[in-house]
């Protein structure tokens, strides 16, 4: 059983498409995260949400809107995609804001041509 | 927010010899973790060090934690050929925020 799943993990789009990746965790946890890794593999966090509640907004375009539907789920809503948005987005999720261990999905690796 | 930086960049090491790998910080910090990542995966958790401790183990790993020069390391003791991947420190501050560094990539020759 996936501990925390992401879906697409692949996703091949044209610049301007609006895409979305899919995040849900089983874990009973109550914060999740999302996170982007560039081609470098400098990972940095984008957003953060306890309990459904926004805590976390990194300078982030606001064309990408997460959105919490319950504990379990955070979903990545991306509009007009740009070439720059091409990374691998991985989703993560911990017991509690600050209580240490990220437990991370496999990631989604996005490719805006 | 809190960054952290990993020294090397890159390593390469015989089976069997120790692996350590630096990281550096730049505020205070709530706790520092690494992290593995294998080609293609995601990130897997090593171990956490709180700011008010300064060493910890587990297995074959040994972290420590020096808060006045805000920097830790990571060192992998009689490493495998499956320990190669990349390693990552993340410090993370009391409100939870922390960005990873571009890692340091092991490999571990057989």
């Known amino acids: 059983d996936t501990a925390v799943s992401q879906t697409p993990k692949y996703l091949v789009t044209q610049m301007g498409n609006d895409k979305s990746i899919k995040c849900e965790q089983n874990l009973g946890h109550d914060t999740m995260y999302w996170y982007k890794q560039d081609s470098k593999k400098f990972l940095k966090i984008m957003f953060s949400y306890n309990n459904k509640e926004l805590i976390i907004n990194e300078t982030v375009p606001n064309r990408f809107s997460p959105k919490s539907p319950d504990k379990a789920h955070l979903n990545l809503h991306i509009n007009s995609l740009e070439l720059g948005d091409s990374a691998v987005y991985f989703c993560?999720?911990?017991?509690?804001?600050?209580?240490?261990?990220?437990?991370f999905g496999e990631g989604s690796r996005l490719t805006v041509l | 927010s809190q960054q952290g930086e990993e020294d090397p960049q890159a390593l390469s090491i015989q089976e069997g010899e120790n692996a350590t790998m630096n990281c550096s910080y730049k505020t205070s910090i709530n706790n520092l973790q690494w992290y593995r990542q294998n080609s293609g995966r995601g990130l897997v958790h090593l171990i956490l060090?709180?700011?008010?401790?300064r060493e910890k183990h587990s297995g074959r790993l040994r972290v420590t934690l020096d808060t006045s020069k805000k920097s830790s390391s990571l060192l992998i003791t009689a490493s495998r050929a499956a320990d190669t991947a990349s390693y990552f420190c993340a410090p993370f501050t009391n409100a939870g925020k922390s960005t990873f560094g571009d890692g340091t990539t092991l490999t571990v020759k057989p």
């Open positions: 993560a999720s911990s017991l509690r804001t600050n209580t240490g261990e990220l437990f």
């Open positions: 060090i709180r700011s008010n401790e």
